[in-house]
């Protein structure tokens, strides 16, 4: 009975606890805390990774842009491990999107967060510029350059920093950012922190995360870094819906064990 119980415990600690382990596909890695932008080790992609755009709508089904077959681009991704939520569970994601170029050199650049299921998109989480613009380009916002807003169901908030000594000294790769480096890089609005919550309802699920530049590449990098993902513990009731299936399946083994072969 004391095994039982033990492995019984273990199996709920282990649903409810959410584990994610991420794979950078182009240029990316894990940083450690950095002061006054995360203070815990965070990971990070830029758009210098060659991922060709086109891989997002022919491989994940997400159009970046309103309307139209996309601009031509380049850039890195992180896609997390599979994750499973409860019915009710809110996914709590925190990223932020940042430049070393000053503003005038960085209109082609975003950074964007997006749900998967079955590696297909399930809703788009988050997507702009490091200064917060919702579009490539400085022509305006015509929707064959402007990026699909947050899906149904997503509440999305966006901060844009307006003094660029928000975005503090720190390497990433090779690429140096803050203007404590270089008092030429990014002197305004680099950087844009975004926070979404979304229910999704009862499944498995990734989250794909971009950086990427437009029609052409820029001279120096920008980029994302995920600062916090979270899912709630199971509620109650779904801990007890698990127990009671946990239970009936323990008995149900022990009892075939019990059952006699006939000969």
């Not at 159009?63 to 599979?82: D, I, K, T």
């Amino acid at each position: 009975m004391k095994s039982l119980s033990l492995r019984l415990m273990l199996s709920l600690l282990v649903l409810s606890i959410p584990m994610f382990a991420d794979t950078v596909s182009g240029t990316g890695g894990t940083s450690p805390a950095v002061s006054g932008f995360s203070g815990s080790s965070f990971e990070w992609i830029d758009n210098t990774g060659g991922v060709n755009a086109s891989t997002l709508s022919s491989v994940f089904g997400y159009n970046v842009f309103q309307s139209g077959p996309g601009e031509p681009g380049s850039g890195s991704l992180l896609l997390s491990n599979p994750f499973t939520v409860g019915a009710t569970s809110t996914l709590n994601v925190s990223f932020s999107i940042f430049t070393a170029e000053n503003i005038g050199s960085s209109f082609n650049e975003l950074g964007f967060a997006v749900l998967l299921q079955n590696s297909q998109l399930v809703a788009i989480l988050g997507a702009s510029r490091p200064d917060g613009i919702n579009h490539i380009g400085d022509f305006g916002d015509f929707p064959t350059v402007t990026f699909q807003a947050p899906s149904s169901g997503v509440t999305t908030t966006s901060h844009t920093h307006l003094n660029g000594s928000d975005l503090p000294p720190m390497t990433l790769g090779s690429q140096q950012y803050g203007t404590l480096v270089d008092a030429s890089n990014c002197f305004l609005n680099c950087l844009t922190d975004v926070t979404s919550s979304y229910t999704p309802g009862a499944g498995t699920y990734q989250i794909l995360y971009g950086s990427f530049v437009y029609d052409g590449a820029n001279h120096n990098a920008a980029g994302l870094a995920v600062k916090a993902v979270s899912v709630p513990e199971p509620t109650p009731l779904e801990l007890a819906f698990v127990t009671l299936l946990l239970i009936g399946g323990l008995m149900l083994v022990r009892n075939l064990r019990l059952t006699p072969t006939k000969a």
